[in-house]
């Protein structure tokens, strides 16, 4: 794309990287300017988790967040999107090793969802955070990103309606 | 992961010229059938209980829309899912990295509040 501009934003903060590592695999990679017990710090606290987890941009609402973060321990986050009414989003960890790794279920999906892992990796003061979400099967992964299965089957219902009822659709656009 | 439904939007331009494409269920299963594994016409015709012609059409209209590629090895034609849609997993990844370094941002006030904090109590201790 643009090499300049990215090389100088580069320069400017941390870069972001994601990677479909494989079929079921993505890997998100960010390195922070602090130690690993503060980074560690902010993903564990609700109340600073709330901070950073949803930020303006995404145009979402995070209504609550309870987090029991020890082995077994369940978290549960109230989302909404718009005005609608909020989701919930919800697992459980399965590894809490401060200040060095991070591993929880995504269960709102059932069983298509991810187990994440995020681990802290600190390096003279600063950390490299990797964040590695290992779906199910490759359909899963598929259906949670690029198919985005459900809301494209929503989009092409809506689509079929409108083409059984082409002068109504039309009366509305 | 709700907020992935928000890339839908981004692909909207591609799902536009997609449209007339995807309206049809046959199509879509085509399409689904592809996702799994390349078929041949003849396989496609046999599986969705048409004649060769009517999937030839329906294989061409979703050629066109860059949905499907076709490769003819000796009298067997091949079909594959098409360019689109490797175009569309980059957007969608796009898209999942701006939603992560927006958060990270994010995050990044977060810990530098934590480490200005930690700063000032080791202060007030040696005080």
Known sequence: ?173 | MRHILNHMVQYSRALDASFAALSDATRRGVLEQLGRSDASITNLAERFHMTLTGMKKHVGVLEQAGLVTTEKVGRVRTCKIGPRRLEEETAWIEKYRQHWDARFDELDKVVEELKRKEKIDERKKRE
């Open chain 1, 1 to 173: 794309m643009n090499a300049r501009r990215e090389s100088e934003a580069t320069l400017m903060k941390n870069r972001t990287t994601v990677e479909r590592k494989s079929e079921r695999e993505l890997v998100v990679t960010r390195t922070f300017d602090a130690p690993a017990r503060l980074v560690f710090e902010a993903w564990t606290r609700p109340e600073l988790f709330k901070k950073w987890w949803l930020p303006k941009s995404m145009g979402m609402v995070l209504h609550s967040c309870d987090m029991d973060v020890r082995v077994g321990g369940g978290y549960r986050l109230a989302i909404s999107h718009g005005g609608s009414d909020p989701g919930e989003f919800f697992g459980r960890y399965l590894e809490v090793t401060p200040p060095s790794r991070l591993v929880w279920t995504n269960d709102e999906a059932g069983d298509a969802g991810p187990v994440t892992t995020v681990t802290f990796e600190e390096r003279g003061g600063k950390t490299l955070l990797v964040m590695h979400e290992l779906y199910p099967s490759k359909e899963a992964l598929d259906a949670a990103g690029t198919g985005a299965a459900d809301a494209m089957n929503e989009t092409f219902e809506q689509l079929d309606e409108l083409l059984v009822t082409p002068g109504e659709s039309r009366g509305r656009s």
